[in-house]
């Protein structure tokens, strides 16, 4: 009887069940284009079979938006014939991304067949110069996520989501005079004029890539791999050793209390971005932004010194989003307590490996004190409720506030459960979004603890708990 089910199983798992379809081969490649402004063209190949249950009339995709990523000059064809996208039927709009279009297929897409689909278009002149995207006349940068399209499964339950093909060849094409990063396994690079195109590898499960490049200056320039080097537009005036040293021991204490990155990355980059905005509505002054490895700064952050306690803050802040950002990313709800908090939090533990644990104390301190300023000059929202859009007095207290939160964990917890627990959640959620509740889930299980009810009070009530008070 048990053989029969597995073939019963087995005759059932091959027969489609639904309309879907499967990526055989996919190539990506981004070229900078110099100009006024400049540009970033940017083009995806892909070689798809139709394996589902019926024939297909359309294909919908996410596309960067139009907006934020400045998008233009949108150009789709379908082997070799160029196709118009439009915007989806009315009743799909409030449950889809506005920048999700839909790809006619004329004659209809036959079951078992291949198709050759091409996407290209530029982007320039964003107005959101932040996590996601900068773009100037001598660097730019594409973050993980967005500015590729992704192509998404039918309207169907059961459709599975078309993954990516056990490889995907990408390249990045630049002036001569510019230095590459980007995600992947090096394949390579090719001089054609005065470009030179960089191939890269990425493998199915590793995460989307990006891409940071520009005419940079390397410091120090004999650093080893030991040494976490700054790629600057110009060169430094003051000796990046002691800071480039200094910013490896933090990606060291990172990668060690959270677990270690892409095998790719031999040490972190810091790297000049003069476009870069602070990422939070008004806000204006020294900025920085993670991209996977490094940090990007402006000019601002960089007129802090390299030396100062400062700036040494902001990139260890920054790099922890590398863990908390990229290889895993909050659910909108907790993109404050938790998008930043976590990365404050790093910022505590990396100083208290360095300097001990009066260190920490002081740190715990100095973001009551903040914390009380900030409450006596504005009115508090719950941290579970204070979002990336609020009013900067309200975000002032949550931002003071959400590190706290993480302090109180990790006395509740233990030091070596609470970092196992977020070293488990950043693994098992690579890639993937986070909430409370995959924390509180992550942080029980690590400690066999109930953590329910400091949940609550620390994300619903105003205000901080007495019994924190008195301990510090």
């Known amino acids: 009887m048990f053989p029969v089910l597995l073939f019963l199983c087995a005759v059932s798992c091959a027969v489609p069940l639904a309309p879907g379809y499967r990526v055989l081969k996919e ?97 320039a002149s964003p107005q959101d110069s932040g996590s996601r995207i900068t773009l100037g006349e001598n660097d730019f940068h594409l973050g993980s996520r967005g ?40 394949k390579g690079r090719k001089k054609d004029g005065g470009e030179i195109e960089y191939r890269f590898a990425l493998r199915q499960d590793d995460l989307p890539p990006y891409v940071v490049a520009g005419r940079y200056v390397v410091s120090p320039s004999d650093g080893g791999s030991k040494s ?23 990606w060291n204490i990172l990668e060690i209390d959270f677990g270690p990155l892409d095998r790719n990355i031999a040490a972190p980059h810091v790297v000049e971005s003069p476009e870069l905005r602070e990422h939070f509505p008004g806000d204006a002054g020294p900025a920085a932004a993670a991209f996977p490895g490094g940090v990007l700064v402006n000019l601002a952050a960089l007129a802090l010194g390299i030396d100062s306690d400062r700036f040494r803050e902001v990139t260890a802040h920054t790099l922890a989003h590398n863990w908390f950002g990229d290889e895993m990313y909050p659910s909108p709800d907790a993109a404050l307590g938790m998008g930043e908090g976590l990365p404050e939090y790093a910022t505590i533990v990396i100083d208290e490996a360095l300097n001990g644990p009066a260190a920490r104390r002081r740190r715990i301190i100095k973001y009551l004190q903040e914390y009380d300023e900030a409450r006596a000059g504005a009115s508090e929202k719950p941290l579970g409720a204070t979002l990336l859009n609020d009013s900067a007095e309200q975000r002032r207290i949550a931002l003071a506030k959400a590190p706290l939160f993480f302090v109180a964990l990790e006395d509740a917890c233990g030091e070596a459960p609470m970092r196992n627990g977020l070293r488990q959640m950043v693994t098992l959620l690579r890639g993937q979004e986070a909430s409370y509740d995959s924390l509180l889930s992550a942080l029980e299980q690590s400690s066999g603890k109930h953590l329910g009810e400091m949940f609550r009070i620390w994300l619903n009530d105003k205000g901080i708990p007495a019994d924190f008070r008195d301990r510090y």
């Not at 839909?102 to 689909?117: C, G, K, Q, S, V």
């Not at 080097?229 to 800071?243: N, V």
């Open 228 to 250: 976490a080097p700054f790629w600057t537009l110009q060169p430094l005036k003051d000796d990046p050793g002691p800071a480039a040293a200094e910013i490896a021991k933090a």
């Open 147 to 186: 500015w590729f399209p992704v192509l998404q499964a039918p309207k169907h339950f059961l459709s599975p989501f078309p993954r990516r093909p056990s490889v995907t060849l990408y390249a990045v094409r630049v002036p001569s005079d510019f230095l590459v990063l980007a995600r992947g396994a090096p």
């Open 27 to 123: 190539s990506r490649e981004v070229r900078f284009v110099a100009g006024q402004p400049p540009k970033l063209q940017i083009r995806g190949r892909f070689k798809l079979e139709d394996t589902g249950d019926s024939d297909l009339a359309f294909v919908d995709a996410n596309f960067p938006d139009e907006k934020a990523f400045g998008r233009k000059d949108l150009h789709v064809e379908i082997d070799g014939r160029e196709v118009v996208p439009a915007n989806l039927p009315a009743e799909y709009q409030q449950e889809q991304p506005s920048n999700t279009l839909r790809i006619p297929l004329d004659p209809p897409w036959a079951r078992n067949r291949t198709l050759e689909l091409v996407i290209e278009y530029s982007l």
